[in-house]
């Protein structure tokens, strides 16, 4: 039933911004988290940022500075402002909904950060 459907992925160049939506549909408890994590080729999945309804954040150490995540409860929707992208940062970054006892994943969106 709940669904996560990711957007604003695409391709910029070195130093400049993208902006990620997530928008989170169907049975969705008020309580939650939210947030993001990214898989390069070779690499595991790693954690980009989470919030919880409550407003408090988590960040990776590699974004931590350059990227703010944020969220607007009454649309179920968070959103990832990246900026200063580097090249590091090209990967496929993936929605997240902790809603325990379950979680949700959406199912990717590329960034790709050309030097």
């Known amino acids: 039933q709940v669904q996560l459907v990711e957007s604003g992925g695409g391709l910029v160049q070195a130093g400049g911004s993208l902006r990620l939506s997530c928008a989170a549909s169907?049975?969705?408890?008020?309580?939650?988290?939210m947030g993001w994590y990214r898989q390069a080729p070779g690499n595991q999945r790693e954690l980009v940022a989470t919030i919880t309804s409550g407003g408090s954040t988590n960040y990776g150490d590699s974004v931590k500075g350059r990227f703010a995540i944020s969220r607007d409860n009454a649309k179920n929707t968070v959103y990832l402002q990246m900026n200063s992208l580097e090249p590091e940062d090209t990967a496929v970054y993936y929605c997240n909904l902790q809603m325990m006892p379950r979680l949700y994943w959406g199912h990717g969106i590329q960034v790709t950060v050309s030097s």
């Open positions: 169907g049975s969705i408890f008020s309580i939650n988290v």
